[in-house]
């Protein structure tokens, strides 16, 4: 059974620190996505990691790839209060291009304050 | 393109009760998902569908039925519906490998 864990779980930072959120995988996946979800909205998809090393940013987030430590990495740099979301990682359990569903880690509710 | 409908936005049952959830895309998608979200959870996946015709259980498949209508629409059926099946339900679709495009979502209460 593939489990998904992320972590912090909860996070407060102020604007201009810079922090990295965690996602750990149990089974063998070259496949990661990160999504967005503001408060009472749907999934943003922000990235997708499709292999061992894959590093993609997009602005002030930055997400990275390690299939060998089965190990997604979230950088948030110089953090703004636009960011202030919950942040979700999700894993396929098989990376050959079919359409099994996803499983999720439970978020990481991210507050940045002034 | 609306991208990924669902209807209702939100609904009240009362247990037992039985309602349908539909979600519909108009991006020429081939694999469709359900999903349902509970406080301080993540994303969970209930049925998806590959293609047209064709449906699997994800991993909380007990009490939901499901029927893919046609490529473009994923319906969910509660057919008595619970307390414990109050959650907020999503919708996905994806072409291929690429990443998932999620519906607004609709808020189920069971009393």
């Known amino acids: 059974e593939l489990k998904v864990e992320q972590n912090p779980l909860f996070l407060s930072m102020q604007e201009g620190k810079n922090y990295t959120i965690y996602c750990n995988y149990s089974?063998?996946?070259?496949?990661l996505y990160w999504y967005r979800q503001d408060p009472g909205k749907s999934l943003e998809s922000l990235f997708v990691?499709?292999?061992?090393?894959a590093v993609k940013q997009e602005g002030r987030l930055m997400a990275s790839l390690d299939t060998k430590a089965r190990l997604s990495t979230l950088h948030i740099t110089a953090a703004v209060h636009d960011l202030s979301a919950t942040y979700f990682c999700?894993?396929?359990?098989?990376?050959?291009?079919?359409?099994?569903?996803?499983?999720f880690g439970k978020g990481t509710h991210l507050i940045i304050q002034p | 393109n609306a991208g990924v409908t669902q209807t209702p936005k939100f609904q009240v049952l009362k247990t037992g009760q039985s309602m349908t959830l539909q979600c519909a895309q108009d991006?020429?998608?081939?694999?469709m998902y359900w999903y349902r979200q509970d406080p301080g959870m993540g994303l969970r996946l209930i049925y998806y569908?590959?293609?047209?015709?064709?449906?699997d259980k994800g991993e909380v498949p007990n009490g939901y039925n499901v029927s893919r209508l046609n490529k473009r629409e994923f319906s969910l059926r509660l057919e008595s519906a619970a307390p414990s099946q109050t959650s907020v339900y999503f919708c996905?679709?994806?072409?291929?490998?690429?990443?998932?495009?999620f519906g607004p979502g609709t808020r189920l209460t069971v009393t």
């Open positions: 996905a679709s994806r072409h291929r490998a690429y990443e998932q495009y």
């Open positions: 089974t063998t996946s070259d496949r």
């Open positions: 990691l499709l292999s061992n090393g």
């Open positions: 999700a894993v396929e359990l098989h990376s050959g291009g079919g359409a099994d569903g996803l499983t």
């Open positions: 991006m020429n998608h081939n694999s």
């Open positions: 569908s590959a293609s047209e015709g064709t449906t």
